[in-house]
């Protein structure tokens, strides 16, 4: 059974960092590129950024480049999601999704096949 669990989520206060990390289970990274979405509240769910483990990052946000990050360890089957110098304006929920193959140029959330639950990142002092 294909599943990903997201965790790492949390209240932190602007300025801050988390790292989300998505777990895969059933599947493995070598064969599939994993993106990081979120939704904040009242908003559509966006694209942030995604991995391949063969082709590399693909940025949906350019303005995130240079506060997030995106890595993945294939031995624990694991993308993280490191971001530093939050905002309250990036209090959402994120999720993390699977897809096979490369990364999709555009974060249209169709090109993903599996879905991870979310996890809750509050940004608030």
């Known amino acids: 059974q294909l599943q990903l669990v997201e965790s790492g989520g949390g209240l932190v206060q602007p300025g801050g960092s988390l790292r989300l990390s998505c777990a895969a289970s059933?599947?493995?990274?070598?064969?599939?590129?994993i993106g990081w979405f979120r939704q904040a509240p009242g908003k559509e769910r966006e694209g942030v950024m995604c991995i391949s483990s063969r082709l590399g990052t693909t940025n949906y946000a350019d303005s995130l480049k240079g506060r997030f990050t995106i890595s993945s360890d294939n031995a624990k089957n694991t993308v993280y999601l490191q971001m530093n110098s939050l905002k309250p304006e990036d209090t959402a929920v994120y999720y993390c999704?699977?897809?096979?193959?490369?990364?999709?140029?555009?974060?249209?959330?169709?090109?993903?096949?599996?879905w991870g639950q979310g996890t809750q990142v509050t940004v608030s002092s």
């Open positions: 059933g599947f493995t990274l070598d064969y599939y590129s």
């Open positions: 999704a699977a897809s096979y193959g490369s990364c999709p140029r555009e974060a249209v959330m169709y090109e993903y096949d599996y």
